[in-house]
């Protein structure tokens, strides 16, 4: 008889809580003049502000890593030291970037080592004397053109990193190697490499070509010059870098020949 009563009483407990949670769950109830208001235990169970809380949080870490959203960095208004460095595409391009430099206040040195690669300059000091030498704010690099038949070029990757480690926090801006033919992946590991908005990709764009078929002609590689310039507003070291006036003339590169290892 004992056990029965607390059965009952369980019972009787147990419906009166299916009563109190179905209403909470249920709008407001009206007989007559007489309003039941809803207790707040469905809001209390779930709670809607954790929900939102991490739906914030999702948003501000994809934001964060997106990729895709262009670079905007302030124009550094500053005189710059420029460094034009790599294979035998150097002179030409150096000869343009002599002209942005005078017509903009800019200084320039320039370092042309024919036939070399990423591996000729990561393997001697060279780059590191010239920019102990010359203190450079903002480097060019010409490399990859020598390599762009490798049939492996992720084993040039190492090279890649030792030279950007030399470089270290200097911006630079790593020149794509112009494709007369369709490389075998050197440009996407470059850019790979590269910090973002330090790669520009030549491949694809139209060169006039000298006698051998590879090298741009001098007025190519003007043009191509004056590519690299337009596009330098979406670079990670955005600087002064107005269009030369036809009355500039020549204007001296500053250029040391290095001859090919192998001659």
């Known amino acids: 008889m004992e056990r029965f009563k607390y059965t009952s009483l369980w019972l009787l407990l147990a419906v009166a809580l299916i009563v109190i949670i179905s209403v909470s769950f249920a709008d407001d109830i009206s007989i007559g003049d007489w309003t039941v208001k809803k ?15 991490k739906d914030s949080v999702i948003d501000s870490v994809e934001s964060v890593y997106d990729t895709k959203t262009p670079l905007v960095i302030e124009t550094d208004s500053l005189p710059q030291s420029i460094l034009i460095f790599g294979d035998s595409m150097t002179f030409n391009l150096a ?27 990561a393997d001697h000091d060279t780059l590191a004397y010239f920019i102990d030498k010359y203190h450079p704010t903002q480097i060019f690099i010409s490399l990859g053109s020598n390599e762009m038949y490798f049939k492996n070029p992720e084993t ?17 801006v790593w020149i794509g190697p112009p494709n007369w033919k369709e490389d ?6 470059l850019e790979r490499m ?6 520009f990709r030549s491949a694809g764009m139209e060169f006039k070509r000298k006698k051998d078929n590879i090298h741009p002609t001098r ?19 955005p600087f002064v870098a107005d269009l030369p006036s036809d009355s500039i003339g020549k204007a001296n590169p500053n250029i040391i020949f290095l001859k090919a290892l192998n001659k």
């Open 39 to 53: 207790a707040p235990i469905a809001e209390f169970i779930f709670d809607e502000s954790d929900s939102l809380a």
């Open 95 to 121: 000869l343009r970037l002599a002209q942005y430099a005078k017509q903009n206040g800019h200084e320039i040195h320039s370092v042309n080592w024919d036939s070399s690669n990423t591996k000729v300059w």
């Open 156 to 172: 040039r990757a190492p090279y890649v990193k030792r030279i950007l480690e030399v470089i270290d926090t200097i911006p630079y």
């Open 184 to 189: 075998t992946g050197i440009n996407d590991m």
């Open 194 to 199: 590269c910090a973002r908005g330090s790669f």
């Open 219 to 237: 007025e190519s590689s003007s043009m191509w010059i004056d590519s690299i310039m337009r596009w330098l507003p979406k670079s990670s070291h």
